[in-house]
């Protein structure tokens, strides 16, 4: 069965404290991994597409990065305005939904403190 | 500016009504989705349409429809016969051929 899994389902930092967030993913024939921020009340952001191990994205404190079984997250001397619930999501594997369709973690829910 | 619109934000209804959800987008996307989203259970599918005219269940489409006459639009109707519709509801699209999906603001609707 297709599952995706985000941990831990909450962390808690101190401003500027690095860490990592994990997606870990059973699916056959990856078709890409998606990362989202969803802030309290609203819809999720797309932040970075991964379509291959070993590809990463960058974007300001934020750095995806792919294996073939997970995907981490890794924030950089974060600040107050990082928390939010950070989603990760694939499409259904080869012989499982139909096209178009994603596969969503239940999220890992960051707090960054000052 | 393009993007995908939800109204209304927050919505409120007696229980035994039904309630229509609009969700619009102007990103000329082929295919719109509808989510459920509680507390702890993650984003559930409801309904999802890849092509105008033509919609297919989810995981958990019971008490719920839509319609797909627009290729901007696709409203989600809560029926009466949805036994627990108090959630976060949430429109997403995306365009042929790419698996991302762009999502709106969301409309919470609470049935007392």
């Known amino acids: 069965e297709d599952q995706v899994t985000q941990s831990p389902e909450a962390l808690r930092l101190q401003e500027g404290e690095s860490s990592s967030l994990n997606c870990s993913y059973t699916?056959?024939?990856?078709?890409?991994l998606f990362w989202y921020r969803q802030d309290p009340g609203k819809g999720p952001e797309f932040l970075f597409t991964l379509y291959s191990a070993g590809e990463e994205k960058e974007k300001e404190r934020l750095k995806a990065t792919l294996t073939k079984k997970e995907s981490f997250l890794h924030i950089t001397a974060p600040k107050p305005e990082d928390s939010a619930t950070y989603l990760c999501a694939v499409p259904p594997g080869n012989y499982g939904g139909s096209q178009g369709n994603l596969i969503f973690g239940k999220g890992t829910k960051l707090s960054v403190k000052p | 500016d393009g993007g995908i619109t939800q109204s209304p934000k927050y919505l409120f209804r007696k229980e035994g009504q039904n309630v229509t959800l609009s969700c619009e987008q102007n990103l000329n996307h082929d295919a719109m989705y509808w989510y459920r989203q509680d507390p702890g259970q993650g984003l559930r599918l409801i309904y999802y349409?890849?092509?105008?005219?033509?919609?297919q269940k989810g995981d958990i489409a019971e008490g719920y429809s839509v319609s797909r006459e627009k290729k901007e639009s696709f409203p989600l109707t809560v029926t009466s016969a949805q036994k627990n519709p108090t959630a976060f509801y949430l429109c997403a699209s995306s365009g042929a051929g790419h698996y991302e999906q762009y999502f709106g603001p969301g409309t919470r609707l609470t049935v007392t």
């Open positions: 699916v056959s024939g990856l078709r890409g």
């Open positions: 349409s890849q092509i105008v005219n033509d919609f």
